[in-house]
């Protein structure tokens, strides 16, 4: 398996150019990335990965520990991967959500792409919207009769809201 997965790299990542406006590369790239930050850290070869990031450590250490990865030894990659496993962590318990947020920021400030800069950008919008006491993400749904609710219904009230699907 993991044969392959270098394999998938070398053909599909490594020295070739981001496709930021691709859908189905973005896709790509999210799943085959998925979960890779915290595998980095959780690997005995990089307990200070964690380390690292709990403490709120300048950005280029979490990107140099990315660029010694395999899978992530390209330094074009390195940005791309660092966003996504910095928000994968977001919502992982053990993280200052603070800290998070600052190593967010140090890279959108640091990067020259401009597709980093939008990315980072998303994540700030996602981690406002989500914070107790915030203005929450409109929603409209259906219930199980098929009748459609709008989130503001429930203003001031608690309630449960379950995502699945039927496939």
């Given at each position: 398996h993991y044969k392959?997965?270098?394999?998938?790299?070398?053909?599909?990542?490594?020295g070739r150019p981001i496709l930021y406006n691709h859908p189905q590369y973005m896709a790509y790239f999210n799943e085959f990335y998925a979960g890779l930050m915290n595998q980095i850290i959780k690997s005995t070869n990089n307990p200070s990965l964690k380390n690292a990031i709990i403490a709120g450590t300048p950005i280029d250490t979490v990107l140099?520990?990315?660029?010694?990865h395999?899978?992530?030894?390209d330094k074009n990659l390195a940005e791309l991967i660092c966003?996504?496993?910095?928000?994968?962590?977001?919502?992982?318990?053990?993280?200052?959500?603070?800290?998070l947020e600052n190593l967010v920021a140090e890279l959108k400030d640091k990067t020259e792409k401009p597709e980093i800069k939008t990315i980072a950008e998303n994540f700030f919008q996602i981690a406002k919207k989500l914070k107790p006491g915030s203005q929450h993400i409109y929603f409209v749904g259906k219930d199980t009769e098929g009748n459609i609710h709008t989130l503001t219904e429930?203003?001031?009230?608690n309630f449960f809201l379950t995502f699945f699907s039927t496939d």
């Amino acid at each position: 398996h993991y044969k392959s997965r270098r394999t998938l790299y070398q053909s599909y990542f490594k020295g070739r150019p981001i496709l930021y406006n691709h859908p189905q590369y973005m896709a790509y790239f999210n799943e085959f990335y998925a979960g890779l930050m915290n595998q980095i850290i959780k690997s005995t070869n990089n307990p200070s990965l964690k380390n690292a990031i709990i403490a709120g450590t300048p950005i280029d250490t979490v990107l140099a520990t990315i660029n010694r990865h395999d899978l992530g030894d390209d330094k074009n990659l390195a940005e791309l991967i660092c966003m996504k496993g910095l928000f994968e962590l977001y919502y992982m318990p053990g993280y200052d959500k603070n800290k998070l947020e600052n190593l967010v920021a140090e890279l959108k400030d640091k990067t020259e792409k401009p597709e980093i800069k939008t990315i980072a950008e998303n994540f700030f919008q996602i981690a406002k919207k989500l914070k107790p006491g915030s203005q929450h993400i409109y929603f409209v749904g259906k219930d199980t009769e098929g009748n459609i609710h709008t989130l503001t219904e429930y203003s001031g009230k608690n309630f449960f809201l379950t995502f699945f699907s039927t496939d």
